[in-house]
């Protein structure tokens, strides 16, 4: 029997002028995942809430059928909505840090979840909450109960969280990008928890734009886009075998999903860039730790590790924005670091930034003609040149002219990061520092920004230091790879040999914590190597 | 319904500038001139807001007020601008030290009510419409200044100015041209919601005596004026009182307006 | 300085003045049945001491209220007679040199020590004494030259030259005797009032906040009443209490509302309120000594021209000013002494400078101040006719009014109004005024002097704001204080007074007038010379 | 430990920084601090001028008459009133407990009336919220001493409910407190309510209605908590409002207190009383900042190990 079936469901919101969700249509089984895949704003939450009457005070929702636990909820009101959430459907949101009350304790959190349907009496709720942590696998669970969210780290939270929400023994639980918050190796952990969840009976609607996660977990998938599910099927069959013209695009702009570029030789000639012993302390803890590195002409670098390895930090010293506490850095084999700013000044057209959110790094007051001209204006090139440039430039990086007068606000995702990039090549330079240039866009925006860097790369030679967090953009883009730790390079080397046969245990598990894409990136990969 | 309110408030202000610019047109009367034998007069067709204890129209008055009112608020909310703008750009452009010292100095000044230390700064400008506009202005400085710097180092730290120096635009240009104007603009929102504050704070010191002195048509030293005959003429103190209280509102309504739409421009 | 910061005092001999409507004895209705010997009365007045030490302060308010702790040698009569007190006769030297004071024996401080002539002569010391920074007791003692202790209840006080008002002067609060210990304690203590404060007068001193209240107790043991003061013995009431409350309507709705059972300085325009209310009646007085006047500043750049100083005198339409502001209770002044000044108003000034806008606009036209700005101001080479007149306070509806008629004749009265007595009092000293309008209440004529006495300049510690330095002047006024015949002494104020007006170096403008509210179930409380409250016979019906 | 000394001795600097500041502030001040010992009409000879000067220390080195100054700060004696002739922490600590009472009176009545009506207007309806939103805009705009002349006018002079001055009683605190109380109740409601329904917009309100509970428990048992937290930050502005507000509050209502002593002693240019009262707030403002530190603590557990106090 179907623990909730939908028909025909529309979400509107805003008076109706916002029509969120058109006309979906799907059911979920105890023991079984079905995924909603989709980018951002394509409707799955609105849809994943509906469910729980959550829609939010502004929506409209109606539909052809909406039965949940046996009972027909369209004309639910607000107690009898009540009596559904916690009991039948348990919500796992994103991020735990928030997705939990900050000012109680976990336990007073899962008690509440406890007390609501009063599934235990108050006396007993304590002992239900030791049970219940237990279950999803925090350790010292009584100590843990008494904690508060921040006290907790990312993977505790989560866990937390879930026990929160199959409290009351829901028959589903709506996970709403469940990890996206969280490091790799964090995240496959909680996905092992839910799928064991899912072996134990609980019927699941997972949401998530991470095609990965999807796949470790779903047995349907049904694709969004705007308001509408394009495509629905078992999970092999979809992700194998897509039919539906976006799911096909989507798949092709994951990361990883793509053939590698194939590079040349390894380029050659004199370092642009040596780094050499570089350590940079901040009030006592020392972010970077000794570094040294080369990258010459037309290579480019990825530098991989998670948050607070070091990496941003390190950049800031190869830009010359930080001053290295010790060692140096040349740049086309002068002295970078250590040198007075004025000493600089000439030289540093030849190393720009291609920034991780291009909204925070243009002067939101200017337009995107000011933008690139301030650049141009910055490395000489007179006034009267500049907007023929600033036309020539745009035109490299895919815009077109008739943006010049916009200001960054009114400028898509995308399109901010295509004017940042035109902005780095103004000055006309010889090496690009991507810092997570692609994390804050949606997937398919991903692959087109990934697609303009590389072209750029290949047409002028420019070499790049490529920092991410997301192990299949660096194996897509780069040639040789380091591997950040707690300030230090743990590993470096080819990104194939790397990726293939690492050596550190550290490198060894960040990767094999990525949820790879089991039927289709790994064995083109496998078969490459 | 929220456009009606806006609509009205900013009505209400166009009249008031006008009373402030040419009060003639709305009152020909002269607002000192006494009449011994009028006094006291309570509201009718010939002193639509009566006439106070030395025979004066009180709505000449109120008419003639709106120009010293409106006068301390706004001198005082830009005089407090400028000195927030320089000490706050100072403190986040000097380094850790200067910094230190100037955000020090800046946090013994807001452990003061703001009232008292508008009052030290009467202590030593004596009484008076530039006394009182000057405490009014220092009063606010401080907090604007702690605004101001905390802008300027998020607009300095930000990744424009990051950009900017990556392309090797000098330093004062950069200042200039991104550091100051980006500290500005949220800076100018701040001061229109706090324009009602600052008038209203003038008029409590002309109230407490220190500012506008008789016969001086200023709203707040006619309360004060009015206090003692409130069994007599309440219209007295009623009318200045009641424009004080308009002033500040459609200040405040024009003001939110200005700051919804400066962080819808913003964050979108 | 507004009236009522200004110091009382009172007139040697005979009272002259009876003025018309003048309700100075309370009592309210008919007979009273027996009068209560308890009960408290609360009493409302306008300013608070800033210190209580009535050797030190020059606040007219803090004579008031030490009055029923502190007795004085002399006392004067409501009509202004002198009569034994705490000393039970006097003699005068036949150059009015000396006056020796022979004192009661029966005395007692509220602390227990005995009155005797050591006590009079430590008061006499301590007031003189350099490190008491005396305010106004020491200058009431004028060409003062010393103390001596003639025998255990004989004391003599010997002045440089003849001095007169001397006599009227031990009268004063200001020369109250205090118990000789407490002037030990310190100015801190004797500032603070509480039990800093230690007399033999009818009350002792109570509990005390800042602000707020002062309390008073009976002194059961008081026996030493003068003649006149209507009860003898312990004092009628239990308790005083005096509050402190500045603003007017308030102060008033204190009274109507009964929180207060009486309240002094009831201002004009709310009499009517009183009058018109069943429970309430209004005692009034007019204040002896200097009228509220205009001082023109004879030495400064626009009044050393006696045209200007005319044109100002006359351009004032006072009568009408007067029965405006104060709503027909207030009488004009023409002389500026009060009518009720002992012994020297000269009532043949009446009438004889009424208000000629037309004159002062001839006379200013003579002077070359025929320009006008924009306003309607009078100009001379493009300079404006503006009259400086500093105030220690707030500016007066009074003097609002007069500046909103000079208006009308060109002449801008400008009002500096202030507290700050660092920013007034070096204007006065510096002479950077053109009038200082004030009151200065007092029963002698000797207050002229005060006045126009050629070395009383601000600077000196004295109130000749109209710099007046005229020897033929000088000349009168010492004869008046060398005279111990009333006739001779008022003949002599009459010339002071007279060439004042003439010379227009004043402009008198309205007699000070006390108005007290009060319950009807207050009884036999009187207003005193001062025209300030008596509350020794004073008593409140049971209700 | 560190912690607590590390905040007293920062706290000190502050009052320090402030006393200094006003000790500057005040030697700007034109014209002989004399005339503010003696009063402007008091027969004083010249001599008697100088004398006055060495009593009060007014002869000697700036530099010495500030470290004086600091010397008496330290030691909390604040040298003799020039009007009073008293001790300052004398004439301050007879002031203090008039209005220790009115600001204590509107510390509980002002956030009592803004969580009140925080609750009472943040249901489902939206017509409740907007007459709030109107009501405070108006409280908000009213400078209090216009309110309190209204307020007199209408309840004492008028009606005659109230007493018209202080007499002492509980009754004469009503209308004071009142005046001081309402503007900063409606900026707190302001704040408190756009605290709640920022709370009720969070994922962790989603959280708990996904629990099953009932909206009233979500506003309750988690969002009011939250509303609370950007309230508390108003804290330093609370008491500057408060002690300001006293000012105008007490000449309004002829009540004694430290803000009528202030207004006084600006007037008369009373500087050691001025000082005294700058110095106070400072210590008044420190007090109250730590307080509020501990306050947060106990909202925002967060915030608890940095403050030590422990989790509850």
């Given at each position: 029997m179907s623990l909730v079936e939908v028909a025909d469901l529309n979400v509107r919101f805003a008076a109706g002028r916002v029509h969120a969700v058109r006309d979906a249509s799907l059911r979920l089984e105890p023991g079984r995942c079905l995924a909603l895949v989709g980018e951002s704003g394509s409707g799955k939450s609105a849809l994943a809430r509906s469910l729980l009457g959550l829609a939010g005070p502004t929506a409209t929702v109606t539909a052809g059928e909406l039965r949940v636990a046996g009972q027909d909820a369209r004309d639910f009101g607000p107690r009898e909505w009540r009596r559904v959430r916690g009991r039948h459907i348990g919500l796992v949101s994103q991020d735990a840090l928030v997705a939990l009350?900050?000012?109680?304790p976990i336990g007073a959190e899962i008690t509440e979840s406890l007390l609501a349907h009063r599934t235990v009496p108050r006396s007993g709720a304590r002992e239900r909450v030791v049970g219940l942590l237990t279950r999803v696998g925090v350790p010292d669970p009584e100590e843990r109960a008494r904690q508060y969210v921040h006290q907790l780290s990312g993977g505790l939270r989560q866990r937390a969280l879930i026990a929160s929400a199959i409290a009351a023994g829901p028959g589903i639980l709506i996970a709403d990008e469940p990890t996206t918050a969280l490091d790799a190796a964090v995240q496959a952990r909680v996905l092992a928890l839910l799928d064991e969840l899912k072996q134990q009976g609980t019927g699941l609607l997972l949401i998530s734009h991470d095609l990965a996660v999807v796949e470790a977990l779903a047995d349907e998938v049904a694709v969004m886009r705007h308001g509408v599910i394009v495509e629905t099927g078992p999970a092999g069959r979809v992700l194998d075998d897509p039919r539906h013209a976006y799911t096909k695009e989507l798949l092709a702009a994951v990361p990883g999903g793509r053939p590698r570029a194939s590079r040349g030789r390894p380029p050659e000639g004199e370092p642009l860039l040596d780094v050499t012993g570089v350590v940079k302390r901040f009030a006592g803890r020392t972010a970077v730790a000794g570094v040294d590195f080369t990258l010459r002409p037309g290579e480019t670098l990825g530098l991989v590790g998670e948050s607070g390895s070091g990496k941003t930090t390190l950049a800031r010293v190869v830009l010359g924005m930080a001053r290295p506490d010790e060692g140096s850095v040349l740049l086309g084999g002068e002295p970078w670091s250590g040198v007075p700013e004025r000493a600089r000044r000439a030289r540093r057209h030849t190393i720009q930034l291609v920034p991780q959110d291009p909204l925070s790094a243009v002067d939101p007051r200017w337009p995107v003609s000011r933008i690139v001209g301030e650049a141009l204006a910055a490395t000489g090139v007179p006034r009267a040149e500049r907007a023929a440039r600033t036309e020539v430039l745009l035109e490299r990086v895919g815009l077109t002219a008739d943006l010049l007068d916009r200001r960054p606000a009114a400028l898509s995702g995308g399109q901010r990061q295509r004017v940042a990039i035109a902005r780095a090549l103004a000055p006309e330079p010889r090496l690009l520092v991507c810092d997570?240039?692609?994390?804050?866009?949606d997937v398919s925006v991903q692959a087109q920004v990934l697609d303009l860097l590389r072209r750029l790369q290949e047409e002028l030679g420019l070499a790049t230091l490529f920092i991410s967090h997301d192990l299949a953009v660096v194996r897509e883009v780069c040639d040789r790879v380091m591997v950040m730790k707690d300030g230090v390079v743990v590993e470096s080397g080819p990104v194939e040999d790397v990726f293939a046969g690492p050596v550190h245990p550290y490198t060894k598990s960040l990767l094999d914590a990525v949820p790879r894409r089991a039927r289709t990136a790994r064995e083109p990969a496998q078969e490459r190597l | 319904m929220r456009h009606v309110g806006v609509v009205t408030a900013a009505a209400f202000l166009l009249l008031l500038v006008v009373a402030a610019l040419f009060p003639r047109l709305l009152a020909a009367g002269d607002p000192t001139a006494t009449d011994p034998l009028a006094t006291f007069l309570p509201p009718d067709s010939a002193h639509l807001f009566g006439t106070d204890q030395l025979g004066r129209d009180v709505f000449t008055r109120v008419v003639h007020g709106a120009r010293h009112s409106l006068a301390i608020g706004a001198a005082a909310t830009v005089g407090g601008l400028l000195i927030a703008v320089v000490w706050g750009l100072l403190a986040a452009l000097s380094g850790r030290f200067g910094d230190a010292v100037l955000m020090r100095v800046a946090d013994a000044l807001l452990a003061l009510p703001g009232l008292l230390l508008a009052l030290l700064v009467v202590l030593i400008t004596g009484k008076g419409v530039v006394g009182a506009t000057l405490a009014v202005a220092v009063g606010i400085a401080p907090g604007f200044a702690r605004v101001v710097r905390a802008q300027a180092l998020v607009v300095r730290r930000s990744g424009y100015v990051e950009a900017a120096i990556g392309l090797g635009v000098p330093r004062p240009l950069v200042v200039l041209r991104h550091v100051l104007p980006n500290t500005f603009g949220p800076l100018l929102v701040l001061a229109t919601v706090t324009l009602g504050v600052s008038i209203s704070t003038g008029a409590a010191l002309s109230y407490l005596g220190l500012g506008a002195q008789p016969p001086t048509p200023e709203w707040g030293a006619m309360l004060t004026e009015s206090q003692g005959f409130l069994h007599l003429a309440w219209w007295a103190a009623l009318f200045p009182g009641l424009m004080l209280v308009l002033t500040v509102i459609a200040v405040t309504v024009a003001g939110r307006h200005a700051q919804n739409r400066s962080e819808g421009r913003y964050a979108s | 300085m507004p009236p009522s910061r200004a110091v009382l005092a009172a007139a040697v001999l005979i009272a002259l003045a009876a003025c018309g409507t003048q309700n100075t004895g309370g009592g309210g209705g008919g007979q009273a049945a027996k009068p209560a010997t308890s009960g408290t009365l609360t009493h409302a007045v306008n300013e608070e001491p800033d210190c209580w030490d009535p050797h030190v302060s020059a606040q007219d308010v803090t004579s008031f209220l030490q009055r029923p702790v502190y007795d004085s040698l002399v006392y004067q009569t409501p009509d202004g007679a002198l009569e034994p007190w705490l000393a039970t006769k006097w003699e005068i030297s036949p150059d009015s040199k000396a006056y020796t004071f022979t004192l009661r024996e029966d005395v007692v401080f509220h602390d227990g020590a005995k009155l005797d002539a050591e006590a009079v002569k430590a008061n006499f010391d301590h007031i003189t004494a350099k490190e008491t920074n005396s305010q106004y007791a020491a200058g009431l003692l004028g060409p003062y030259k010393g103390v001596s202790v003639v025998g255990p209840y004989q004391v003599k006080i010997e002045f440089d030259r003849p001095y007169v008002p001397f006599l009227q002067a031990a009268s004063t609060t200001a020369l109250g005797i205090a118990s000789?210990?407490?002037?030990?304690?310190g100015p801190d203590k004797l500032c603070a009032a509480g039990d800093g404060s230690v007399g033999s007068g009818p009350f002792k001193s109570g509990a005390y906040v800042r602000g707020q209240e002062r309390t008073y107790t009976k002194n059961a043991a008081y026996d030493w009443a003068p003649k006149s003061a209507g009860h003898t013995g312990p004092a009628r009431l239990d308790t005083l209490k005096v509050r402190f409350i500045g603003e007017e309507a308030t102060r008033v709705g204190a009274l109507t509302s009964g929180q207060v059972d009486t309240a002094s300085a009831i201002p004009a325009n709310q009499l009517g309120l009183l009058k018109a209310d069943p429970n309430l009646q209004v005692l009034d007085k007019q204040v002896p000594g200097a009228v509220n006047a205009f001082y023109l500043n004879t030495k400064g750049a626009l009044f050393s021209d006696v045209r200007v100083r005319q044109a100002f005198q006359r351009a004032i339409d006072i009568d009408t000013l007067v029965k405006s502001v104060f709503q027909g209770l207030y009488q004009r002044a023409w002389s500026p002494l009060s009518p009720t000044t002992p012994a020297s108003y000269d009532a043949s000034l009446e009438n004889t400078w009424p208000p000629d806008p037309a004159l002062a606009a001839k006379l200013l036209d003579e002077a070359g101040w025929t320009g006008r700005d924009a306003e309607g101001y009078r100009t001379k080479d493009g300079k404006r006719l503006t009259v400086v007149a500093p105030i220690y306070g707030e500016a007066s509806t009074f003097s609002q009014a007069v500046q909103g008629d000079l208006k009308k004749s060109g002449i801008y009265l400008e009002l500096l109004a202030s507290t700050d007595a660092i920013e007034i009092g070096g204007r006065l000293d510096e002479g950077r005024y053109d009038v200082v309008e004030l009151s200065w209440a007092r029963g002698d004529g000797d207050i002229l002097s005060h006045f126009?006495?050629?070395?009383?300049t601000s600077k000196n510690s004295g109130h000749n704001f109209a710099q007046v330095t005229d020897p033929q002047v000088d000349a009168w006024l010492t004869a008046a204080q060398t005279a111990q015949e009333p006739a001779r002494r008022a003949a002599e104020y009459a010339k002071v007074q007279k060439w004042a007006i003439e010379n227009a170096v004043v402009v008198p403008t309205y007699v000070d007038t006390q108005n007290l509210g009060a319950s009807k179930k207050v009884r036999d409380l009187r207003l005193g010379i001062s025209a300030h409250p008596e509350f020794y016979g004073a008593w409140v019906e049971a209700p | 430990m560190r912690g607590v000394l590390t905040r007293l001795v920062s706290a000190a600097l502050v009052v320090w920084a402030a006393a200094t500041c006003a000790f500057l502030v005040l030697q700007l001040i034109p014209g002989d601090p004399v005339y503010a010992v003696v009063g402007s009409d008091a027969l004083v000879s010249e001599e008697q001028h100088e004398r006055i000067r060495a009593e009060y220390g007014l002869d000697q080195p700036l530099v010495v008459q500030y470290l004086n100054y600091v010397a008496r700060l330290a030691t909390f004696r604040f040298g003799d009133s020039y009007q009073l002739q008293q001790p300052v922490a004398t004439v301050l600590a007879d002031q203090l407990w008039p209005t220790v009472q009115l600001a204590l009176a509107a510390t509980v009545l002002a956030p009592l009336l803004a969580v009140g009506v925080t609750v009472a207007t943040?249901?489902?309806?939206?017509w409740p919220r907007r007459l709030s939103a109107a009501v405070e805009l108006v409280v908000v705009s009213t400078p209090s001493f216009w309110l309190g002349i209204m307020l007199l006018t209408i309840f004492s002079f008028r009606l005659g409910w109230l007493p018209v001055s202080e007499t002492g009683g509980v009754a004469s605190l009503v209308l004071p407190t009142i005046t001081l109380a309402l503007p900063i109740a409606a900026v707190l409601t302001q704040v408190m309510r756009e605290g709640l329904l920022a709370a009720l917009d969070q994922p962790f309100a989603v959280t708990a209605r996904a629990r099953g509970v009932p909206e009233t428990a979500v506003r309750y048992r988690h969002a009011l908590r939250h509303s609370a937290l950007p309230a508390l930050t108003m804290a330093g502005w609370f008491t500057g409002t408060l002690l300001g507000g006293a000012v105008i509050v007490e000449n309004v209502f002829a009540r004694p207190g430290i803000g009528r002593i202030t207004l006084q002693a600006v007037g008369d240019r009373d500087l050691p009383v001025v000082q005294g009262v700058v110095a106070l707030s400072a210590v008044v403002f420190v007090a109250v900042s730590v307080l509020v530190d501990v306050l947060y603590a106990v909202v925002d557990p967060r915030l608890r190990r940095k403050t030590g106090v422990q989790a509850i």
């Open positions: 009350d900050p000012l109680r997570e240039p692609v994390s804050a866009l | - | 000789p210990a407490t002037l030990k304690a126009f006495f050629s070395d009383q | 943040s249901g489902r309806r939206n």
